[in-house]
């Protein structure tokens, strides 16, 4: 699911967006994973009353205390992985576009790619 919006617009913001989509579309989705940038209750709760039936988790991946430098968390690594493969394609690389819905289909265009060169090389 993408959502791309103006970057006067927080994270926090641009989830509810995403996420809200999401809890539509996806019934069969319970658990969601985010960094702690996006801790706090009001998200939290905000996710757990957006359906009655199968309800959604919002969990948040955290460093341990105490870890020195840089470490792996679980689950980041898919998002930056899945961010890398973006900027590969060049016109993602720079933010050209005039309208928000431009870039989210470029970034569908661009994933659809992926997996079709992923089924091709199958």
């Known amino acids: 699911m993408v959502v791309v919006h103006s970057a006067a ?9 995403v996420i809200q989509k999401l809890a539509q579309a996806y019934m069969r989705l319970t658990l969601l994973w985010a960094d ?4 706090g209750e009001p998200l939290a709760q905000w996710v757990r009353a957006l359906r009655t039936y ?5 969990e948040i991946v955290k460093r341990l205390e105490g870890q020195p430098g840089f470490v792996v968390l679980p689950r980041r690594w898919v998002v930056e992985r899945t961010f890398g493969w973006l900027g590969r394609c060049r016109r993602l690389s720079k933010d050209c576009e005039r309208l928000p819905e431009t ?4 970034i569908y265009i661009a994933m659809t790619r992926l997996m079709l060169q992923r089924l091709d090389a199958a």
């Open 9 to 17: 617009h927080t994270d926090r913001e641009g989830a509810r967006q």
């Open 36 to 39: 702690q940038g996006y801790t």
């Open 54 to 58: 199968r309800r959604l988790r919002l």
């Open 103 to 106: 870039s989210e289909t470029m």
